[in-house]
T-cell receptor
Framework: AAGVIQSPRHLIKEKRETATLKCYPIPRHDTVYWYQQGPGQDPQFLISFYEKMQSDKGSIPDRFSAQQFSDYHSELNMSSLELGDSALYFC?????????????FGPGTRLTVL | SQELEQSPQSLIVQEGKNLTINCTSSKTLYGLYWYKQKYGEGLIFLMMLQKGGEEKSHEKITAKLDEKKQQSSLHITASQPSHAGIYLCGAGPTFNDYKLSFGAGTTVTVRA
């Protein structure tokens, strides 16, 4: 079965650079969630999209922005990177219709800021 | 936000022994999710519980949600090395809202 795809899997950037993380949800899933998991931390919700519109916002810095495109894939753009942005970034998808089900998580993108 | 407390923080079990992890919330849980994570890797969905008193099992893992829907437990029977990892409970603020808050996780080590 198709799963959530994230790219790249690993990314190394320098301070003050920008990074773009991509997420491809499970086919026919219309909702995407982004989470950030710092070293030794639990995942923290950043932002979510439903039908290409931002549906909810969590602890996402102003330096970050995200969008969901017409094909439902989503991109998380991160600018002016800081050392503290080093983390695992997860994307998850779900279907907003029908019976409630679980959120499916991607494998994550490991961002390292040097 | 839904604050979840997990206990224990970590545990070490001998292969073949049972183990239990608890997840407690101060608020009613509308959806309680259990995930497993290998170090530095993605989250693997285990089970979702919604109804008070609900219990689900998959292979040797059983999860329960209490009647008040504020506490859940994850029980592994006859643990194996493949059960090692970090177990996270997550909960949404309302029914069918998957903006999840997570517990801090329980690190399970299985010794041969």
């Amino acid at each position: 079965a198709a799963g959530v795809i994230q790219s790249p899997r690993h990314l190394i950037k320098e301070k003050r650079e920008t990074a773009t993380l991509k997420c491809y949800p499970i086919p026919r899933h219309d909702t995407v969630y982004w989470y950030q998991q710092g070293p030794g931390q639990d995942p923290q919700f950043l932002i979510s999209f439903y039908e290409k519109m931002q549906s909810d916002k969590g602890s996402i810095p102003d330096r970050f922005s995200a969008q969901q495109f017409s094909d439902y894939h989503s991109e998380l753009n991160m600018s002016s990177l800081e050392l503290g942005d080093s983390a695992l970034y997860f994307c998850a998808s779900s279907s907003g219709t029908g019976e409630p089900g679980e959120q499916f998580f991607g494998p994550g993108t490991r961002l390292t800021v040097l | 936000s839904q604050e979840l407390e997990q206990s224990p923080q970590s545990l070490i079990v001998q292969e073949g022994k049972n183990l239990t992890i608890n997840c407690t919330s101060s608020k009613t849980l509308y959806g309680l999710y259990w995930y497993k994570q290998k170090y530095g890797e993605g989250l693997i969905f285990l089970m979702m519980l919604q109804k008070g008193g609900e219990e689900k099992s998959h292979e040797k893992i059983t999860a329960k949600l209490d009647e008040k829907k504020q506490q859940s437990s994850l029980h592994i029977t006859a643990s194996q090395p493949s059960h090692a990892g970090i177990y996270l409970c997550g909960a949404g603020p309302t029914f069918n809202d998957y903006k999840l808050s997570f517990g801090a996780g329980t690190t399970v080590t299985v010794r041969a």
